[in-house]
C-alpha cells in the first residue's frame, strides 16, 4: 500500500492556475492507478481526474477535461493536477487517491489510499 501526500493548494484569482503535487511512498508506486478528488464544504466528494499506472491514458470530469490535465513521474512517485482557468466553483479541498492494478474507475470506493488533502481556493 502507498502512502500518498498532497501538496500546492492556496488561494488564487479566478482565471489563475495552480499545479497540485501528490507525493508517494512505496517501491511499487508504478502499479497504481492515481486519481483526484475534491470535496466542497456541503458536498460530496466529487472524482476530478486519472492517470493510469504508465501514464499514458488520463480521463478527466466533464467540467474540467479542458482546464485541468494530470501527469505523473514514476521516477519521482509523484502526480500532479495542473490546473488552469480556475473558477470559484473548483473551491475545495483536493485529494489524491491510489487504485492498485490500474484499472480505470471514477468511483472513490475503488481507491484504497487516500492522501490529507489540499485546499484550493479561488476567489472571484
Known amino acids: 500500500q502507498v502512502q500518498l501526500v498532497e501538496s500546492g493548494g492556496g488561494l488564487v484569482q479566478a482565471g489563475g492556475s495552480l499545479r497540485l503535487s501528490c507525493a508517494a511512498s512505496g517501491r511499487t508506486f508504478s502499479y497504481y492507478l492515481i486519481g483526484w478528488f475534491r470535496q466542497a464544504p456541503g458536498k460530496e466528494r466529487e472524482f476530478v481526474g486519472a492517470?493510469?499506472?504508465?501514464?499514458?491514458?488520463?480521463y478527466y470530469l466533464d467540467s474540467v477535461k479542458d482546464r485541468f490535465s494530470i501527469s505523473r513521474d514514476n521516477a519521482k512517485n509523484t502526480v500532479y493536477l495542473q490546473m488552469n482557468g480556475l473558477k470559484p466553483e473548483d473551491t475545495a479541498v483536493y485529494y489524491c487517491a491510489a487504485r492498485y492494478g490500474g484499472a480505470s474507475s471514477r468511483r472513490a470506493e475503488d481507491f484504497g489510499s487516500w492522501g490529507q488533502g489540499t485546499q484550493v481556493t479561488v476567489s472571484s
Open positions: 492517470v493510469s499506472s504508465t501514464g499514458h491514458y488520463t
